[in-house]
């Protein structure tokens, strides 16, 4: 077999490697338009992973090129004039240049050919000469741009600028990320050692920061001047170092988020950056390079066929390269959204940074440094005002809402039960209800309550709007207060267009066969195909609509509960005000955001003057109709956020979609979580995060890193009505309270937990 990689990268040169070993008598060539020694970055990062995986593939180049690694376990954040510091990371630099000059030598010894200064036209016509060609020709991949049509490339060019400099000042002993605020704006450094002399210095900005200084139209060494003036006092009198003489102008450039929708053409398959690329932020390119050809090499010889070869490349590696992609996207998400979280205090600070990729969680920075995160969590429970001085998980810190005072940040989100009887709650709502009450949530939610007959969703809703409903529900909460420490939320709404449907597991938003009753909404928009078409409100609707939200809000009160919401989420009434998907009013309830939000703020502002001052309101909102411009943006959530707090909401509940069936939501663990996370951090306002969060793990990521300030849990929630005291008891707290009769089930649930940690240290 006759094999032509183009590019003399790590990608091309380990694959060669690696087909070599597989395959000795293989003949493989290695094109490069480059020199030998010539390479434009600095130094390259590694894990132990990967670091693990080389070793395993090869272990004569494995050797060779760890003995030129620096090695360094911690990461020290520079920011506000403190350094934050936390170890067990585990990771080491090596220059590229390096890396390439022992990739080639190794090639060379089991009879690669390397073909340097040598630039291919037509790759077209090159492939023709080979039996396999492997396109490892980098970011600008010139074989990509030959047969765009056919790989259907999606670049995405993102908004931060950077520029690529080294320097001989030694960041030996840590990984550093240093943010430095200057009049023209804000810059940051990923800083690292890669060799005995040499670090890679890596200087990022927005785009407004890049012009404020003109960087554009600076030369290289200009820019170098400049930012050695900006992070003179962390390079102790060294200069900042170019070697991308090459590039005529600044050298600063927009990172580009490469992924190609096919990786292979007839005898030609593209590896590296090539096919897929990987943000510098998260260390992940040349891992993704090196793992690749290994995979290829495998594939390549395991199968009969290059056609089936390639067909397992691109279905086993696209999916490793999603997952460290849609990482690598946190993690250029956050240094993007960098102004988001600059008010946070350091430490908060640096746990953000540490956790923004989602690849390192709580309990596993507790795993790399145990010291520097139970120092965090002592930081967060002193902020929350915990009086106890007891080191405890996030999700167990205190938090107030005007006069209501949580025991932990844990909210058992609502969850439609369809039980009840002329919306009226039953016996089942109250041992539904009382159950999680007694499982040791902070805050317990009820599904939505209808403000009238014709708002319920379907007719095992349940309602606040005859006298029998609030007796019904004042002796649930009778039992919440006097039997647990939880407080007990309402969450009032109106189904609008999604009304007088069935009930959930009989055909959820499915019209009635019989008995359905009349539907509004903002406009005379059927919620789906076969269902009613509602009436567009009139301003008589609107006020009669509003006054039972009011009545709503007042048997709330006399029944006990200690907050309300005004449900404006998921596509119901108040809802469909708020989204362009179903509001086409030509009237000052339509047309511009400022419109759309003036009725659900007529409702919510009605509703907080007729609710005690000491009791909190939220509000629940949809942060994206997952609809792109066409509907509601997250860019629009936090107007919308901050519409509703400046009329007096406490927290908003964040959530999204359900509001039109053209939605096309992106699920995932968390799924929802950054736009609390934005919402909190750009409007100033409390948020609970929602969606698809089912570990402790993921609620105290959340609350650590400042994406919210409650964490809501809707499934684990009615598989477990416990699961707040069974996850303290997994994660090792034992200052949970139970019921005392309990207890002995308490202790008994301890002892299990203490035995099964000991075993896990063996």
Request: proline residues 4%; hydrophobic residues 40%.
């Amino acid at each position: 077999m006759r094999i032509a990689c183009l590019g003399g990268g790590p990608a091309g040169l380990y694959f060669a490697i690696s087909m070599k070993l597989r395959q000795p008598d293989v003949d493989i060539t290695i094109f490069e338009r480059n020199k030998p020694d010539d390479t434009f970055g600095w130094g390259v990062v590694l894990s132990d992973e990967t670091l693990g995986n080389l070793a395993k593939n090869d272990p004569v180049s494995a050797k060779t090129i760890e003995s030129h690694f620096a090695y360094w376990d911690d990461i020290a954040v520079h920011y506000r004039g403190t350094k934050q510091l936390s170890t067990g990371h585990g990771f080491c630099g090596i220059g590229r240049k390096q890396l390439l000059l022992d990739l080639q030598a190794r090639a060379a010894v089991l009879g690669v050919g390397l073909e340097f200064e040598h630039n291919v036209e037509s790759v077209a016509e090159f492939a023709k000469g080979f039996d396999l060609v492997v396109a490892s020709d980098g970011l600008n991949s010139a074989t990509r741009t030959e047969f765009k049509d056919i790989f259907k490339p999606d670049i995405e060019m993102r908004t931060c600028k950077f520029v690529w400099f080294g320097t001989h000042q030694k960041f030996d002993d840590a990984f550093a990320f240093i943010f430095e605020e200057t009049d023209k704006g804000w810059l940051w450094a990923h800083a690292y050692s890669f060799d005995d002399t040499t670090s890679t210095f890596i200087v990022e900005c927005d785009q407004a920061t890049f012009d404020a200084y003109g960087f554009g139209d600076m030369t290289q060494q200009e820019s170098i001047v400049t930012c050695g003036e900006i992070f003179t006092d962390h390079l102790d009198g060294h200069a900042l170092l170019t070697n991308a003489h090459h590039i005529r102008g600044s050298a600063w450039i927009n990172f580009p988020r490469v992924l190609c929708e096919k990786w292979s053409h007839e005898n030609i398959v593209l590896m590296g950056d090539a096919s897929a690329s990987a943000h510098f932020s998260i260390g992940s390119g040349t891992k993704l390079a090196l793992e690749s050809a290994i995979a290829l090499a495998d594939y390549v010889t395991e199968k009969d066929t290059l056609a089936e070869a390639f067909a397992l490349y691109e279905e086993e590696r696209r999916i490793q390269v999603l997952r460290l992609q849609s990482a690598a996207r946190n993690s250029l998400e956050w240094f993007e959204d960098i102004h988001r979280y600059l008010h946070l205090d350091p430490v908060q600070f640096n746990y953000s940074l540490l956790t923004r990729s989602q690849r390192i969680s709580h309990e596993n920075l507790r795993l790399r440094d145990p010291a520097w995160l139970e120092s965090a969590e002592k930081w967060f429970q002193t902020r929350a005002g915990n009086t106890a001085n007891k080191v405890r998980a996030p999700m167990f810190a205190p938090f107030k809402l005007r006069e209501m005072d949580l025991g932990n940040r844990i909210v058992v989100s609502p969850m439609a039960q369809y039980k009840a009887v002329n919306g009226s709650p039953t016996d089942w709502h109250f041992v539904h209800y009382a159950e999680r009450a007694k499982g040791g949530a902070g805050l317990l939610y009820t599904e939505m309550t209808c403000v009238s007959a014709d708002g319920r969703i379907t007719p095992g809703c349940p309602g606040l709007y005859a006298p029998e409903h609030e007796a019904e529900w004042a002796r649930l909460t009778r039992f919440v207060h006097a039997e647990t420490a939880a407080k007990i939320c309402c969450q009032i709404g109106h189904a609008g267009r999604k009304g007088s449907t069935n009930l959930g597991w009989e055909g959820m938003d499915k019209p009635l066969a019989s008995g359905n009753w009349d539907l509004m909404s903002a406009s005379d928009i059927a919620w789906a195909k076969g269902n009613a078409v509602p009436r567009a409100m009139t301003r008589d609707d609107m006020d009669a609509v509003k006054a039972e939200f009011v009545a709503a809000a007042e048997m709330a009160e006399r029944a006990g509960f200690d907050m309300i919401e005004l449900h404006a989420a998921h596509g119901y009434l108040v809802s469909s005000f708020i989204s362009p998907l179903s509001n086409t009013r030509g009237d000052e309830y339509g047309g511009s955001l400022e419109n759309r939000m003036r009725y659900p703020l007529e409702i919510f502002s009605a509703m907080r003057a007729v609710w005690p001052a000491a009791k909190p309101m939220s509000v629940r909102i949809s942060a994206s109709d997952w609809a792109g411009d066409d509907g509601v943006t997250p860019e629009e959530a936090v107007l919308i956020a901050k519409a509703f707090s400046n009329a007096g909401a406490d927290i908003i509940d964040v959530s999204a979609g359900q509001t039109s069936t053209t939605g096309k939501p992106v699920y995932g663990r968390m799924f929802q979580t950054p736009f609390s996370d934005r919402i909190r951090n750009e409007a100033g306002v409390a948020t609970m995060a929602v969606g698809n969060i089912y570990e402790a793990d993921h609620v105290n990521s959340i609350l650590m890193a400042g994406r919210a300030d409650l964490v809501c849990l809707a499934r684990p929630h009615l598989a477990d009505p416990y699961w707040t005291l069974h996850a303290a008891t997994a994660i090792g707290d034992r200052d949970m309270a139970w019921p005392l009769p309990y207890e002995a089930g308490r202790d008994q649930s301890w002892r299990l937990a203490d035995k099964e940690t000991e075993v896990e240290k063996v």
